[in-house]
């Protein structure tokens, strides 16, 4: 079994940055995809940023030169920073992996999901 633990939300005020983790412990051979979503009430979970264990990256437009993912494969951890935050970026932030099991299978894994609010 694999858990994802996710740290990092909070309140910040328009124009602020967060920086949020997401880190994966449990029977991990090796992970592959390491994403970011975020939800709001009323809307389906949306794709913010997705990194391949090769390191590149694809954002969202709406985060696109704000938001930054990158990852510690070493450590099975993915990070999100979050820049020149807006309002709209309210949310329920989860993350998302790809994890390959000792025996060669891979499993999807969500975190519990973090809260970011942004004051205007």
């Known amino acids: 079994q694999v858990q994802l633990v996710e740290s990092g939300g909070g309140l910040v005020q328009a124009g602020g940055s967060l920086r949020l983790s997401c880190a994966a412990s449990g029977s991990i051979f090796s992970i592959n995809a390491m994403d970011w979503y975020r939800q709001v009430p009323g809307k389906q979970r949306e794709l913010v940023a997705e990194s391949t264990k090769h390191g590149s990256a694809k954002y969202a437009d709406s985060v696109k030169d704000r938001f930054t993912i990158s990852r510690d494969n070493a450590k099975n951890t993915v990070f999100l920073q979050m820049n020149s935050l807006k309002p709209e970026d309210t949310g329920v932030y989860f993350c998302?992996?790809?994890?390959?099991?000792?025996?060669?299978?891979?499993?999807?894994?969500w975190g519990q999901g973090t809260q970011v609010t942004v004051s205007s």
């Open positions: 998302r992996m790809d994890v390959v099991s000792p025996t060669g299978y891979q499993y999807q894994y």
